[in-house]
């Protein structure tokens, strides 16, 4: 005999057939709704070729906007966190003091290698001091990068993703 999906008992009714598609329906239509969502967010949220993501840092400058539930300060004076690439080096003000290291996009895609870097050693308020050793830390543990937008994003198993607001260049 044919299974009881493909035919109707003589004493079955139409009703009794919805209610037997409804417990596949709702499935099905959970997994496309999911898949829908799925869609939206990763149309937004990418990771460019290490190639192409190179040439997006080098063509701007990026503030550092948000970072975990941390205050993102200002340095002593007003100057935020900001860093620009050029050439396979990231340099910038670090919260106090300049701050520069070498970088390299990928090999693959998403994928960030940050190296140890060097500061100044301009002192400032210890608040600020202890906000910009902990920002570079984080920074150079730096594994993967995400770009969503305008938000650039630096993420590791250290710390926080790093997220970085584009601004043009002067």
């Not at 009703?15 to 990763?42: I, K, S």
């Not at 670090?94 to 970088?103: E, H, L």
């Amino acid at each position: 005999t044919s299974p009881r999906a493909y035919h109707l008992p003589a004493s079955s009714s139409p009703r009794d057939c919805r209610q037997e598609d409804r417990p596949l329906r709702l499935p099905l239509l959970h997994l496309y709704f999911t898949m829908c969502l799925a869609l939206m967010l990763t149309a937004c949220v990418t990771s460019p070729s290490p190639e192409e993501m190179s040439r997006r840092a080098e063509n701007n400058r990026w503030e550092l906007t948000h970072w975990g539930d941390r205050s993102v300060p200002y340095g002593d004076d007003g100057e935020p966190v900001i860093l620009s690439f050029k050439d396979g080096r990231v340099s910038g003000h670090a919260g106090c003091n300049r701050y520069s290291a070498a970088v390299a996009f990928g090999p693959h895609r998403g994928e960030v290698k940050v190296f140890r870097g060097i500061t100044t050693r301009m002192a400032c308020e210890p608040r600020h001091m202890e906000f910009e050793a902990s920002f570079i830390r984080a920074f150079e543990a730096s594994t993967r990068y995400r770009l969503d937008g305008e938000s650039l994003s630096f993420e590791s198993n250290l710390a926080p993703p790093l997220e970085f607001y584009r601004r043009p260049l002067d």
